[in-house]
Every structure is written in C-alpha cells, then in structure tokens.
C-alpha cells in the first residue's frame, strides 16, 4: 500500500483549486489559497515529488471526438495464473478503446470501460479483439444510457 502524504488545509485548497483548473498561475493559486506565489510553487513540486500530483492533462469530450457510446464490461479469466495475468493485462493497457479498468473481487474478474463510437463499434471490438484473447473465458457487457456524473476531482 501506497504512504498516505499528510495534507494542512493550504494543501487542500491547492489540490481544489488545481483540480478545478491546473493551467492557472501560480500567482492566481496564491490568491485562491491564501499563500505566496513562491509557497504554492514549492509546495506544488513537494506535491509532485511526493506522488500526490500526477501529470498535467486536457480533457476530451468522448461525443466530439466520436466516442459518445460508454460500455462497463466485465471479464471472467480462464486462468489466474500469474504469467496469463501479466500478459492480459499488458494487452488491456495497449488498447485505445479501454478508458478504465479494474482487477476485480467476487465473480468477475475484471471490470473495465470502453469508450466506442457506436454500438457496432462495440461489437467489433468485444467479438474480435477481446473474446478472441486467449486468456478470456467470458464477458458481460453494460450500455450506459447517460452520464449521471463524472468528475476526476479526488475529494480533498
């Protein structure tokens, strides 16, 4: 398991604050949080050293970029080995299509998302690509009708 990095509330405004929007000035997180432009710099590369600050991204709206169809699939492995496990998983991280995905507790094995453009695209990609792995023994797939939420704000 991972250290926990102790936070004081300066920290949690910046983690707010730069969550919210992480291409702002130092001098304008400085403000938000109440510190000097200099103390937010140091403490955000204290953050970055630490792990608690990954890297920096934009995010793309999926249905601009023709990838508005979301489907949560689970998958039943016909081995645990560790050896087949590695190996999926490498396979699963190449894959464009896979947004998330998890190692799972209880009856499915993995649980991971996938972003397509249509319900077509979906069938291509689960029939051909992942049914056709070697290592997996089923699959279930869920449509998502709407996105209730979605957030990649870590409360703080």
């Known amino acids: 398991m991972k250290e926990i990095h102790q936070l004081d509330e300066i ?14 000035s130092h001098a304008a997180l400085a ?69 998330e995905c998890h190692s799972m507790s209880g009856e499915w094995d993995y649980l991971m998302r996938v972003v397509v453009a249509d319900v077509a695209g979906y069938e291509r990609f689960l029939m051909g690509v992942v049914l056709n792995h070697p290592n997996v023994a089923t699959a279930a797939s869920h449509f998502a009708l709407s996105q209730v939420k979605y957030t990649t704000a870590m409360p703080v």
């Open 31 to 99: 403000e938000q949080v109440g510190a000097s432009p200099a103390s937010c710099w140091r403490r955000i590369k204290a953050l970055e050293t630490a792990g608690v600050l990954r890297e920096n991204v934009r995010l793309v709206d999926a249905e601009r970029v023709g990838r508005g169809v979301n489907v949560m699939c689970q998958l039943r492995m016909k081995s645990h080995a560790t050896a087949q496990r590695q190996e999926f998983e490498a396979f699963l991280r190449a894959r464009p299509e896979i947004m």
């Open 11 to 24: 920290d949690r405004k910046l983690l707010r604050a730069l969550q919210a929007d992480a291409s702002q």
